[in-house]
Nanobody, 120 residues
Framework: QLVECGGGLVQPGGSLSLSCAAS????????MTWVRQAPGKGVEFVSRINGGGGSTTYADFVKGRFTMSRDNAKNTLYLQMNSLKPEDTAVYYCARTVGTFVSPQGYDYRGPGTQVTVSS
């Protein structure tokens, strides 16, 4: 099970910190992914982290603004989002990656999502 929290309404340029609590599987064995879906758009990749937490990769549109991390002792995934823009408005989901960090094959489980709205 994956459950996200931390979304909300923030002004442009602001920050939010998302978290995702994982249960029911050996969290540290899995690469994890954040994806998002804006209104009327498809799901898009945001970032991915390997099982140990030492390697991350980001979509170009969030590089330098978002930071993904994990705490395997707490079975929790994080996404720190800074310098938020209106176009970051979306439902954000954490997902368990199928495949490996370097060769992902999509994801098999996804949380219910948390809404992030960036607006003045």
């Amino acid at each position: 099970q994956l459950v996200e929290c931390g979304g909300g309404l923030v002004q442009p340029g602001g920050s939010l910190s998302l978290s995702c609590a994982a249960s029911g599987f050996t969290f540290s064995n899995w690469a994890m992914t954040w994806v998002r879906q804006a209104p009327g758009k498809g799901v898009e990749f945001v970032s991915r982290i390997n099982g140990g937490g030492g390697s991350t990769t980001y979509a170009d549109f969030v590089k330098g603004r978002f930071t993904m991390s994990r705490d395997n002792a707490k079975n929790t995934l994080y996404l720190q989002m800074n310098s938020l823009k209106p176009e970051d408005t979306a439902v954000y989901y954490c997902a368990r990656t199928v495949g490996t960090f370097v060769s992902p094959q999509g994801y098999d489980y996804r949380g219910p999502g948390t809404q992030v709205t960036v607006s003045s």
